[in-house]
């Protein structure tokens, strides 16, 4: 806990008490025994990425802003590992107050980043669903199985990327899919 802390520039019972109750449950478990973790924001993340890269563990945070802690605890735990945040750049433009909005996307991706320091990690353009909604195969897959990209079902998700072709991945998740592989040195 010691480096989590560190890494954080926090102290050790403070860390401690983050991991405990920041991280979803079962995150230090599942991260102990792998060689490998891409950190991810949520469940849909984790739905579609495991799909896309199978030979590493796929681990949802609970949210951007728990991000760097994730890393640092699987880091700690000895794994390789590489981050992925939404850059949330369209998000903004469906809340309420959209310059507000905008403002504080932009301030908490840039602490994000800032606190991963040299942890390798992908940053997407917008969300998750912005890069699946350019991927014809993984919606035909969606729409058979009853779903919309509205419905943020990771189970849905998950079948639909298990069914769709490679050939029409959009560029920025092929682009994901090599920077992990780069990571680890053999493609993901």
């Known amino acids: 806990m010691a480096q989590v802390a560190a890494t954080l520039g926090t102290t050790t019972s ?10 979803p449950a079962g995150f230090v478990r599942a991260a102990q025994d792998a060689d490998r973790v891409v950190v991810v924001e949520g469940p849909t993340d984790v739905a579609v990425l495991a799909v896309l890269l199978p030979r590493v563990r796929v681990l ?9 802690l994730a890393a640092a605890v699987a880091l700690a735990l000895g794994a390789g590992v590489h981050v992925v945040a939404d850059a949330d750049s369209g998000g903004w433009r469906r ?16 602490r994000v980043l800032a606190a991963l320091g040299g942890v390798p990690h992908t940053l997407l ?11 014809p ?3 035909a897959g969606l729409a058979g199985r009853g779903a ?6 990771p189970a849905a998700y998950a079948a639909a990327a298990a069914g769709a072709g490679r050939h029409d991945l959009p560029p920025v ?3 994901l899919v090599t920077a992990v ?3 680890f040195d053999d493609g993901g």
């Open 14 to 23: 403070r860390a401690r008490r983050l991991a405990h109750t920041a991280l």
């Open 60 to 68: 949802a945070a609970g949210g951007k802003n728990v991000l760097p």
């Open 95 to 110: 809340a309420a107050n959209p310059s507000l909005a905008r403002a504080n996307h932009r301030r908490a991706t840039a």
């Open 125 to 135: 353009p917008d969300d998750l669903e912005a890069e699946l909604a350019g991927w």
């Open 137 to 139: 195969s993984f919606l």
């Open 148 to 153: 919309t990209l509205l419905d943020k079902d």
């Open 173 to 175: 998740l092929r682009g």
């Open 181 to 183: 592989g780069t990571t």
